[in-house]
T-cell receptor
Framework: NAGVMQNPRHLVRRRGQEARLRCSPM?????VYWYRQLPEEGLKFMVY????????ESGMPKERFSAEFPKEGPSILRIQQVVRGDSAAYFC????????????FGNGTRLTVT | GIQVEQSPPDLILQEGANSTLRCNFS?????LQWFHQNPWGQLINLFY???GTKQNGRLSATTVATERYSLLYISSSQTTDSGVYFC?????????????FGEGTQLTVNP
């Protein structure tokens, strides 16, 4: 009974490169959320997706960041032309419902930009 | 948006002690969760508790929605309880569950 799976666990990129973070939700869950945790801070909502739809991207930076959740395959958070300030832990969560329900989080991807 | 305040920000205990962590929120909620982030960064779901009381082993939680606070109780603390405890709430009426996290309580349990 696998939980939310994120990969890679750790990702190192040089400034200007692209980072691609993957998230497979729990079985039976069709709602995916991405959160970012900067050092010494709590998690901040970025984007909410359902299959093939972005429902709410109000927490996403306006430039360089994008997310998708295709019909087949994992959800992808893509960061283009990374900068040092993008260094953070990125967590994915999933839930089975679009109404209030417990979110289940993955173990996160720790992005380091050198 | 909804505001979440957690207290205390830091807590140091001796093994075996009991503790209470508090979470205040500024508006009505339809989702409230407590999480434990362990020293390896993993985020562990403790309770989904928008109202009422729940218990799981040495941990229990109570949310008084009408007074806009939640409490997390840890009894007979162990060194493995160390880490950051987050309260997160969602007060939106729209679809989905976009949690707003507090800044956390950093708990250190010494042997």
């Amino acid at each position: 009974n696998a939980g939310v799976m994120q990969n890679p666990r750790h990702l190192v990129r040089r400034r200007g490169q692209e980072a691609r973070l993957r998230c497979s939700p729990m079985k039976g869950h069709s709602h995916v959320y991405w959160y970012r945790q900067l050092p010494e801070e709590g998690l901040k909502f970025m984007v909410y997706l359902q299959k093939e739809n972005i429902i709410d991207e109000s927490g996403m930076p306006k430039e360089r960041f994008s997310a998708e959740f295709p019909k087949e395959g994992p959800s992808i958070l893509r960061i283009q032309q990374v900068v040092r300030g993008d260094s953070a832990a990125y967590f994915c969560a999933s839930s089975p419902l679009d109404s209030a329900a417990a979110l289940h989080f993955g173990n996160g991807t720790r992005l380091t930009v050198t | 948006g909804i505001q979440v305040e957690q207290s205390p920000p830091d807590l140091i205990l001796q093994e075996g002690a009991n503790s209470t962590l508090r979470c205040n929120f500024s508006d009505s909620v339809n989702n409230l969760q407590w999480f434990h982030q362990n020293p390896w960064g993993q985020l562990i779901n403790l309770f989904y508790i928008p109202s009422g009381t729940k218990q799981n082993g040495r941990l229990s939680a109570t949310t008084v929605a009408t007074e806009r606070y939640s409490l997390l109780y840890i009894s007979s603390s162990q060194t493995t309880d160390s880490g950051v405890y987050f309260c997160a709430v969602d007060g939106e009426e729209t679809s989905g569950s976009r949690l707003t996290f507090g800044e956390g309580t950093q708990l250190t349990v010494n042997p």
